[in-house]
């Protein structure tokens, strides 16, 4: 019984994460949400940053649903899809979290393994 509690707890967590389907925006920003560090868009099966992203920097992930209009985008920083982050200390990965109460998670292994995306961050 415990271990059908624990999946449907997992299912319920997932099913409120991003769907990140085509056209899905993901800006990386400053903790204070003024400064944007970097960006993309899901396009083609893979999420391509362009911008600097300096390894082991605070940020949170700001994801956009595609086609929403720039009046609207306000909407997401009052919102849950503001994740925190940190970027790895090799800069190829951001590990986010996606729930206060959860532990962080590789963005690369996440985006690979749940949303058959390929996660590519800017090189040195």
Same mark, same amino acid.
């Given at each position: @019984? @415990?271990?059908?509690?624990?999946?449907?707890?997992?299912?319920?967590? =997932?099913?409120?994460? $991003?769907? @990140?389907?085509? /056209?899905? #925006?993901?800006?990386?920003?400053? &903790?204070?949400?003024?400064?944007?560090?970097?960006?993309?868009?899901? #396009? #083609?099966?893979?999420?391509? *940053?362009?911008?600097?992203?300096?390894?082991?920097?605070?940020?949170?992930?700001?994801? *956009? $649903? $595609?086609?929403? +209009?720039? &009046?609207? &985008?306000?909407?997401? !920083? #009052?919102?849950? %899809?503001?994740? $925190? /982050?940190? =970027?790895?200390?090799?800069?190829? +990965?951001?590990? =986010?979290?996606?729930?206060? +109460?959860?532990? %962080?998670?590789?963005?690369? +292994?996440?985006?690979?393994?749940?949303?058959?995306?390929? !996660?590519? @961050?800017?090189?040195?």
């Amino acid at each position: @019984m @415990m271990l059908v509690l624990v999946w449907f707890l997992v299912s319920q967590i =997932v099913s409120g994460l $991003p769907e @990140m389907s085509p /056209g899905t #925006e993901v800006r990386l920003v400053s &903790q204070d949400l003024l400064t944007i560090y970097a960006s993309a868009r899901v #396009e #083609e099966g893979r999420l391509a *940053f362009s911008g600097t992203i300096e390894p082991d920097q605070e940020v949170r992930l700001l994801i *956009f $649903p $595609p086609g929403v +209009d720039p &009046q609207r &985008q306000g909407e997401v !920083l #009052e919102g849950a %899809s503001a994740f $925190p /982050g940190r =970027v790895s200390s090799q800069g190829r +990965d951001i590990l =986010v979290r996606f729930s206060d +109460d959860g532990d %962080s998670v590789s963005l690369y +292994d996440w985006l690979g393994e749940e949303r058959g995306i390929l !996660l590519v @961050m800017p090189g040195p």
